[in-house]
């Protein structure tokens, strides 16, 4: 009996293995795409911190979406659109689009604020953070500014302003000296006069006011137009 100690042994060790194995192979596939969505979230922000201060780049294309902001699995999210079966934040899909055309370096603006995914859920709670002008604490931060004379600050339309996010976002950098180009997703509301706010906050910046602004439900498609429209800037990588 003792020989076959070992060999039971070894079994057992086999056999736990599986299991756990098998349980961690069949994972949801929802949870799988709210991972790839963080990640490319990471990947953005990571980019300020390492990538971009050796980029030779002098333009950043900087984003908010309550996509990357929300805590749960991101196809879920009222602000996800799916690209070649991958789901991002609608800003952040606008924000890859700036970037592949000008060379710019992404930043994802996040914030330690959990944003419901249902959308009338998500539609009044920013109703009341705007009606009481909560300021949400940034958690990700751009290291070298002062690496870049251009800036695209992308966001989505939220009640005819911009998120409350993006006042702590003005709140926290000096952009001074430097070209600010707003693009916006929206469902109707355009840029609603957001240039103008961003050149009250940021008074010694350049603020362009032709921004680009495109619907949410179009904002995968828009490829073309952002091309078109950086090309009227003259902003498109050579």
């Known amino acids: ?28 596939g929802q949870e799988y795409e709210s991972e790839s969505m963080a990640a490319q979230a990471e990947g953005a922000s990571e980019s ?32 996800v659109t799916m690209i070649d079966d991958e789901p ?11 970037a592949e055309e000008t060379g710019g370096d992404l930043f994802s603006i996040q914030t ?33 500014l002062d690496d870049y004379d251009t800036v695209f600050i992308g966001f989505p339309i939220w009640w005819y302003d911009m998120p ?5 976002f003005f709140d926290e950098y000096d952009f001074s000296g430097k070209t600010i180009i707003p693009f916006t997703v929206h469902n109707g509301s355009r840029l609603s006069g957001t240039p103008a706010t961003i050149q009250e906050l940021e008074p010694d910046a350049v603020v362009i006011e ?15 137009d952002v091309a078109e429209w950086l090309d009227g800037l003259e902003y498109q990588e050579d």
């Open 210 to 224: 032709d921004g680009f602004s495109v619907s949410q439900g179009n904002a995968a498609d828009a490829a073309a």
């Open 164 to 168: 409350q996010v993006m006042y702590s």
């Open 1 to 28: 009996m003792k020989k076959w100690i070992p060999v039971l042994i070894v079994m057992l060790v086999l056999v736990a293995g599986f299991v756990v194995y098998g349980s961690s192979d069949h994972s949801d």
């Open 112 to 144: 330690n604020v959990v944003y419901p995914a249902d959308i009338n859920e998500l539609i009044d709670y920013v109703a009341e953070e705007q009606d009481e002008g909560v300021m949400p604490e940034l958690t990700t931060h751009i290291e070298n």
């Open 48 to 79: 300020q911190s390492g990538d971009a201060a050796e980029s030779d780049s002098n333009i950043l294309v900087a984003y908010f979406t309550a996509a990357e902001n929300s805590g749960v699995d991101a196809v879920s999210s009222a602000s």
């Open 88 to 98: 991002y934040g609608v800003s952040q899909a606008v924000a890859n689009m700036i």
